[in-house]
């Protein structure tokens, strides 16, 4: 039903993906010790993403992604205090994740130095800033597994507009008892 509700919200966008999580992966694991429940517990048939027309993307058992421009989105790996730098180290790209469930970003600039613009005074730079952000989530924030232990899980969206060049504007929205501003300057409510 969940997923339903979100494809509703997505409207026009042309492609759904879910990222394969760490959680996913633990139901191969349990798989593993309890083979006669193989082909019973299987998330994509499970959801029936490919009726819903959502694609499953194996993150974390095969490394893939999903690009689109030069934004790379992934599920995540780092759980340290610096996951958003190291995730940018790692990947040398923009990359996108949740697996954190918190708010933030790295960003990291290569200098390619400077050029003149043709038949002008500009210059203009060949910079390449290259950044690292975890997006928050949407999940319920006093899980029962966590004991209370405090977390800085952040409720979060990310919205992003890319130009024909791949390049992108993104816009990271947090969420405070169930009410957030858009990137439109909309009051949207839970």
Not at 82 to 108: I, L, P, T
Not at 142 to 152: K, L, S, V
Request: charged share 20%.
């Amino acid at each position: 039903k969940r997923l339903d509700e979100v494809g509703q919200a997505l409207g026009a966008c042309p492609t759904h993906y879910i990222l394969e999580g760490n959680h996913d992966e633990r139901v191969k694991r349990y798989l593993a010790y309890h083979p006669e429940l193989v082909g019973s517990i299987d998330v994509p048939h499970g959801l029936r993403l490919a009726d819903r027309g959502w694609t499953w993307v194996p993150f974390w058992s095969l490394g893939h992604s999903v690009q689109i421009g030069k934004a790379m989105f992934i599920h995540g790996r780092y759980t340290n205090e610096y996951h958003a730098k190291y995730s940018v180290h790692h990947y040398n790209k923009n990359v996108f994740y949740g697996h954190k469930h918190d708010v933030m970003c790295y960003s990291r600039s290569s200098h390619g130095g400077y050029r003149r613009l043709p038949q002008s005074r500009l210059y203009t730079s060949d910079n390449t800033t290259m950044v690292g952000q975890s997006l928050g989530c949407l999940c319920q924030l006093d899980q029962e597994y966590m004991q209370g232990a405090p977390t800085n899980w952040q409720h979060a969206f990310g919205t992003f507009f890319f130009f024909a060049d791949g390049n992108f504007t993104y816009y990271v929205t947090l969420i405070f008892n169930g009410r957030c501003v858009g990137p439109d300057g909309k009051v949207y409510r839970a």
